[in-house]
């Protein structure tokens, strides 16, 4: 059974950085397709970034330049790395995986990925 632990969530000021991480057990993360989402509140879940098994990334458009999604093989940790953060980035922050092709990963569909965290909580304060 995959289980994803979330962490690294907080409150900072717009303009500042946060470092999510998820912790993969039961599973090698490298194998998978993996992401984060993000669900603010009375908003649907959506796509933040994704990483392929092949490695191959896709960011949201809201996101592009700010955010980096990387993962670490060795740790089998995933991280998302969060520059220039704004108030619109105020969301539940969840890490999440599914054995699924690369050009289903790129699409960014929660309903796409079987395997969720619990989430962090991401605020930011203008």
């Known amino acids: 059974q995959v289980q994803l632990v979330e962490n690294g969530g907080g409150s900072v000021q717009a303009g500042g950085s946060l470092r999510l991480s998820c912790v993969v057990s039961?599973?090698?993360?490298?194998?998978?397709?993996m992401g984060w989402f993000r669900q603010a509140p009375g908003k649907e879940r959506e796509g933040v970034a994704t990483i392929s098994a092949g490695d191959s990334t896709t960011y949201a458009e809201a996101v592009k330049g700010r955010f980096t999604i990387t993962r670490d093989n060795t740790e089998n940790t995933l991280y998302l790395q969060m520059n220039g953060l704004k108030p619109e980035d105020t969301a539940m922050y969840y890490c999440?995986?599914?054995?699924?092709?690369?050009?289903?990963?790129?699409?960014?569909?929660?309903?796409?990925?079987?395997?969720w965290g619990e989430g962090t909580l991401v605020t930011i304060s203008s």
């Open positions: 039961g599973a090698t993360g490298s194998d998978y397709c």
């Open positions: 999440a995986a599914a054995d699924i092709y690369s050009f289903t990963c790129a699409r960014q569909r929660p309903s796409d990925m079987n395997y």
